[in-house]
């Protein structure tokens, strides 16, 4: 469990890196789009920040897995996480443009995670995962999400079998 002053410290880090990247062109900062790891082995993935992404953090802020992540090794994990939402901040477009281009570009290991650290931000950015997993039904996406509200007011307007069966969310 971390304490308010390990969370306000992680905070201030990514507020921090963010005031940096604000003055730095969108089409000049790299996204961190990772092709994969010891944990979920060789699965793309995408994240963000946690606590300044994530809906319902209040929650779980305290038991957030990836905040140990983001104290340990804040020079590569707040870094990536961060251009992650400059990007999507600055030009929402070119955030999933990199993303559908990545996906293309993959030939092998045809699997997608949204989030490893993060959480959809809001009723159009879940829009745009559904739209990205129509493009490449060859691939699997799925995500863990905290924003249920999101998620099925989408569905509630969309319908259960709107959802591309290659997209799996997980609550």
Known sequence: MYSEKSLRKVIKLMKEHGKMLAKIPVEDIKMAISK???K????MNVSLPPLLSCANCSGCSKLCYDIKACLQYPDTVIDARMRNLTILQKDREE????INDAISRRRLHKFFRWHVAGDIIDADYFAR???IARRHPDFK???????YAVVNRWVDENGRDALPANLSVMF
């Open 36 to 38: 994969g790891n010891r």
């Open 129 to 131: 995962m559904v739209e």
């Open 40 to 43: 979920i082995g060789r699965v």
């Open 141 to 147: 996406f799925w995500t863990y999400t905290k924003n």
């Open 95 to 98: 955030y999933f443009r990199r």
